[in-house]
């Protein structure tokens, strides 16, 4: 869900081609797990973390601090999302009556980080976690490059801290470290991390464990990223994982019901996964303009005239190229589910399809889901002649556009003038 969504949004603010064309390159949606699910992984693969529990209750908290070692634990908000410790979602508790506090003000309450929207997310559970003495943070991930083909390592001495203001502010601070899939993570490749953080005797031997243990999961469990955010040297010397952060493949989740079984839908936009029962490439975004369009290229085109012609999308919908009465249907409803949908623009192609076929699909769900709001729609293609005709010859008041441009000044002006 995160890699294509993040794009789209970063599309939508720069308006760039590159990224729309990467986009349409972009199998499957990443699936997120939480911190605690992650760090039970950390452990299977050798990547040490804090001893910790995850509870549900502020009850539970407090007992769970019967088992951690320490007279001071952090309490930390299980939400698909980072940012936390800016908003009040991690939390030093200085003694277990703070625990069942912050516990209790976490529990049952959302979260609102820079990573998820206004909305925010539902806390549903905290991990209570040992604390651990920082000395340094640091910043590890390993990730699948598309520009390398290569799966890469990318670190940085300044972790804890928005690796995206990093890399804008001071990439010299970056190290990046493409792995040969015939070689695997060589010794030589930690070292090159380990002395960039200036790490001595048994800490370089500790990192190339952790870096091993993290190619091993991303390979094993197809994950497309496993970012720890911080990792850190201890007071101590001991380098253990703090955070952790886990993607996987869609396209492969089926593949592991171990992890697929980690999947919290609690965490995910409702509107997304019901697109996903019909085949419909669904994003929510923020304005008033609903799409819906055939092809991920021509969807990333609508949104650009929309945004040219001074409106502003509410989705991104890709119906497919074989679309069909039942698809356009549902796809009606999911875009009339947002309640910031004031007009919607139907874009099709019909290249495969036929565009009078489509234009009954669009009368017929029209007519099913009681559209009251106004519809453009711009048919081109194959038939598109006696698609325009049917939709014209309607009682349903939708617009029939003679071409794209002219279809998204309508929509606007329609939105606008509803809003
Ligand atoms: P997020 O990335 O969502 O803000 P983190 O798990 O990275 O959440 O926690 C934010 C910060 O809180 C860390 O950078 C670290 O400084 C501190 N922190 C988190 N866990 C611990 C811990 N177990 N002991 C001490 N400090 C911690
Ligand atoms: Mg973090």
């Not at 089926?254 to 936009?269: F, T, V």
């Not at 409702?270 to 085949?279: P, R, S, T, V």
Request: net charge negative; aromatic share 6%.
């Amino acid at each position: 869900m995160w890699v294509s969504l993040k794009l789209v949004r970063i599309y939508l603010n720069s308006q760039t081609i590159i990224l729309a064309l990467f986009i349409s390159s972009v199998a499957g949606e990443p699936m997120n797990i939480h911190e605690y699910q992650a760090k039970q992984l950390f452990q299977a693969y050798g990547i040490p973390s804090p001893q910790s529990k995850q509870v549900t209750t502020a009850t539970a908290a407090v007992l769970a601090t019967n088992e951690i070692a320490g007279n001071a634990w952090v309490v930390k908000a299980q939400v698909h999302a980072g940012g936390r410790g800016k908003v009040g979602g991690v939390k030093v508790a200085k003694n277990s009556d703070e625990v069942k506090q912050f516990a209790a003000e976490m529990i049952g309450n959302r979260l609102v980080t820079k990573q998820t929207g206004e909305k925010g997310l539902p806390i549903e559970s905290v991990l209570i976690e040992a604390t651990s003495a920082i000395k340094c943070e640091f910043y590890l991930s390993v990730l699948v490059d598309r520009a390398s083909e290569r799966v890469m390592f990318v670190s940085s001495i300044a972790g804890g801290m928005d690796i995206e203001a990093i890399a804008k502010d001071s990439p010299e601070k970056i190290i990046s470290i493409i792995i040969d899939p015939a070689a695997g993570v060589q010794s030589y490749q930690c070292r090159r991390v380990a002395f960039s953080w200036s790490l001595q005797g048994a800490q370089i031997r500790a990192l190339e464990k952790v870096m091993k243990g993290m190619y091993q999961l991303l390979l094993e469990k197809d994950a497309s990223q496993i970012e720890i955010n911080p990792l850190i040297e201890t007071e101590e010397g001991d380098i253990i994982a703090l955070d952790a952060k886990i993607n996987f493949d869609d396209n492969a989740v089926a593949l592991h019901p171990d992890i697929l079984q980690l999947r919290d839908e609690g965490q995910e936009d409702e509107k997304e996964n019901k697109a996903q029962l019909y085949d419909l490439n669904y994003i929510t975004l923020d304005g008033s303009i609903g799409c819906m369009v055939n092809g991920a290229g021509l969807a990333m085109a609508t949104m650009d005239l929309v945004k040219l012609k001074g409106g502003a999308p509410a989705n991104f919908l890709d119906v497919g190229g074989g679309t069909n009465t039942e698809k356009v249907c549902e796809a009606f409803k999911l875009i009339l589910s947002d309640s910031n949908v004031k007009a919607v623009l139907v874009n099709i192609f019909g290249g495969i399809v036929q565009c009078d076929i489509i234009a009954k699909g669009i009368l017929t769900a029209v007519d099913e889901v009681h559209v009251t709001i106004p519809v453009v729609v711009r048919l081109e293609g194959t038939n598109a002649e006696k698609g325009r005709e049917l939709l014209n010859n309607s009682d349903f008041g939708v617009v029939a556009a003679d071409n794209l441009a002219s279809a998204a000044e309508q929509v606007v002006a329609l939105a606008k003038a509803v809003a």
